[in-house]
């Protein structure tokens, strides 16, 4: 069942609630169990990541994870073919590049995720300037559109960054790509605040939110956080189990705030 | 300022707001570089239209780098091919390539927007001694990300970018050269925006610099055009060049764009992106690039490090689509070939990417006998010969 995720996360934040979005990478083996563990364990939500060549966004746990999983035959095919299978009862979002969504077409990529159960789509190296395209199509087709806002942004931006944004808005931790950090940069904090003071749309950290007291640190400020490489890394090192069994530990964390 | 940027009816004039030459072209960068790009946008508007600016480059382009290049008539290897071949030397200019040009003009604007330190991507190394040499001129930081099988098969320019100061770094991810050299540098760049300029080596990457790159090398064409028109009374007949991103292939065309000269880029067998005319979004641009069916980038596959990109500058990928530039392909025992004719005719070793296009012309020349052709020799080969040993030490 397709759980929608612009109105799943928005009413879970207006009750109270603080959201958070692990991300796995598809077709990484045991990625689907992993995404189950995620869900019953508290997750509000999974981004899936469709593994490709370039990821200039990640760091070297997301890329070690996609290489692998390119190797293994992983297509964005088979990842999407495999998620109506997974009936987690949470939304499900993607997380990829480009150059996937334009070698398809926009609309056709749009349809695909709708088809698949997909609500959400995070696209890091499309830009505001650069999304009319993919926005309209995936309006059309009921998927989200998460924008990207980064601590480089002047204020004049953000409002155009959240006026486009569905779902949530992504505000980027730090200066730099995916991966864990022994604390969390001032910048993440910072950035949310920012954000919050432009819009009602949920604010999710993410990138170098690294463990359960960074969550805890990010949710004074915002409305969740998305932490990826910190799970990749335990699906990498242990498994599905040692992934849900961290999904508990960072809502534990992120619900006494 | 030349005859050429004063006219806004040509073929090469600025790309439109979004940074489109035609439909190629763009800014598809990670929400953390956009501002930066839109400084650099501002910042090179402003120095280029500043003449003090312009006059301190052309001096540094004079005094260092040895510019103008030559332009050299090979009397003995057009006799043999049936037609009369000038070369464009930009293998005399210091460092030994073209790329020189487009980095003291990177280097200085960096240094004129305040930033302290300098990122680059290599493939054959050029970029990368290029780009180290100038922070060594200017004082300024450098870091150069190369893949690691190009460490490996480039060893020598490795070892000057260390004797000039800078920090390489070897590249591990997907195929290990150009394009996952480019992926870490831009990586590199999203950390260390605030005071990192990146250096980019060729005529690729987001808006604005597939423009501003070949603002950069545009006078490589119009030095050639005027030494073409002196020695020949006419432009030539046929000019060509190596395209792996395409800098010096756009550096001399930009220069014979508006003429009546048939323009020819040369990729390699194994990085055909304009063959297969596909496009695609990568490294910040729209342009033509080689993929799978599903739009994962594919490996190239060259003997020379420098032309061993999946892509090409979205300029070129519009050139292609209206006609006005040609793309054929060589096969690496063909460039082997014509890098030692060119050797043993005119006692000029040509680095690998060069010899491309020469191979092209050896292949061809019988379809333009008594023709006037003119080749840009983007470098010279001394930064070859290690790995051309091993491949010839049978046949010499």
């Known amino acids: 069942m397709t759980v929608d995720l612009s109105t799943s996360l928005r009413s879970s934040r207006d009750a109270g609630r603080k959201l958070l979005v692990p991300y796995i990478t598809g077709g990484y083996p045991g990625w689907q169990d992993a995404i189950r563990a995620c869900a019953a364990n508290g997750a509000d939500a999974v981004e899936i990541g469709i593994p490709f060549s370039d990821p200039v966004m990640d760091g070297p746990v997301i890329q070690r994870a996609s290489q692998a999983a390119l190797e293994g035959g992983t297509t964005p095919q088979s990842v999407l073919e495999e998620v109506p299978s997974l009936d987690v009862g949470i939304p499900l979002a993607v997380m990829t590049y480009y150059n996937l969504v334009h070698h398809d077409g926009p609309i056709r990529f749009a349809n695909r995720l709708a088809e698949a159960g997909v609500t959400g789509a995070i696209l890091p190296d499309l830009p505001l300037e650069e999304s009319d395209d993919w926005a309209e199509a995936a309006d059309a087709a009921g998927v989200a559109t998460i924008m990207l806002a980064a601590p480089t942004a002047p204020d004049e931006r953000l409002p155009r960054i959240v006026a486009r944004a569905r779902g949530f808005v992504y505000s980027v931790g730090l200066l730099g790509v995916t991966g864990e950090r022994d604390s969390l940069a001032e910048t993440a904090t910072a950035l949310a605040g920012r954000l919050k003071a432009v819009t009602d749309t949920p604010v999710l950290v993410g990138v170098g939110v690294s463990n359960a007291e960074q969550a805890a640190a990010a949710v004074k400020v915002a409305d969740g956080v998305i932490q990826g490489a910190s799970m990749v890394r335990r699906l990498m090192e242990s498994g599905p189990d040692e992934v849900g069994r961290y999904v508990a530990e960072v809502r534990a964390a992120i619900d006494a705030v | ?396």
């Open chain 2, 1 to 396: 300022m030349t005859i050429a940027e004063q006219r806004n009816d040509s073929i090469m004039s600025e790309p439109d707001p979004s940074g489109r030459f035609g439909e190629f072209g763009g800014r598809f960068v990670p929400e953390t570089l956009v501002p930066a790009c839109q400084e650099l946008e501002a910042g090179f508007k402003e120095a280029w239209a500043d003449p003090q600016w312009r006059e301190e480059l052309h001096v540094a382009l004079r005094d260092y780098a040895g510019r103008p290049s030559g332009l050299s008539e090979c009397h003995r290897l057009g006799e043999k091919l049936g037609l009369r071949l000038l070369l464009k030397r930009e293998d005399l200019n210091h460092t030994g390539s073209h790329k020189i040009n487009n980095v003291l003009g990177q280097a200085f604007l960096a240094k004129r927007m305040g930033k302290t330190r300098l990122v680059a991507e290599t493939g054959a190394g050029q970029h990368g001694v290029a780009s180290a040499t100038a922070a060594a001129l200017l004082g300024m930081e450098c870091k150069v990300y190369m893949g690691a099988v190009d460490v490996e098969r480039q060893a020598l320019n490795v070892f000057r970018m260390k004797l000039l100061g800078a920090e390489v770094e070897a590249v591990h991810s997907g195929s290990r050269t150009l394009k996952d050299a480019v992926n870490e540098a831009m990586r590199d760049w999203v950390a260390t925006v605030g005071d990192t300029h990146y250096c980019l080596g060729s005529v690729m990457g987001p808006h604005p610099y597939p423009w501003m790159v070949r603002q950069f090398h545009r006078v490589i064409g119009d030095e050639a055009r005027e030494q073409a028109r002196a020695l020949l009374g006419d432009d030539p007949d046929v000019v060509t060049a190596c395209v792996g991103g395409g800098s010096n292939a756009i550096g001399i065309f930009s220069g014979f764009v508006d003429t009546r000269s048939r323009l020819v880029g040369v990729e390699p067998r194994g990085g055909a992106a304009v063959t297969r005319a596909v496009p695609g979004v990568v490294h910040g641009m729209r342009s033509y690039l080689m993929q799978d069916e599903y739009g994962q980038v594919e490996e190239a596959h060259s003997i020379s490090a420098g032309l061993d990109y999946p892509g090409i500058g979205p300029e070129h990928s519009y050139l292609s689509s209206i006609n006005r530039a040609e793309y054929p392909t060589v096969t690496d025992e063909e460039v082997v070939e014509a890098f030692q004719l060119l050797s043993r005719t005119e006692g000029i070793i040509p680095a690998l990417e060069p010899a491309h296009a020469l191979a092209w012309l050896v292949r061809e020349a019988h379809t333009m006998q008594g023709q006037t052709v003119l080749l840009n020799l983007s470098g010279r080969g001394d930064k070859d010969v290690g790995q051309m040993m091993d491949v010839l030490k049978d046949r010499l």
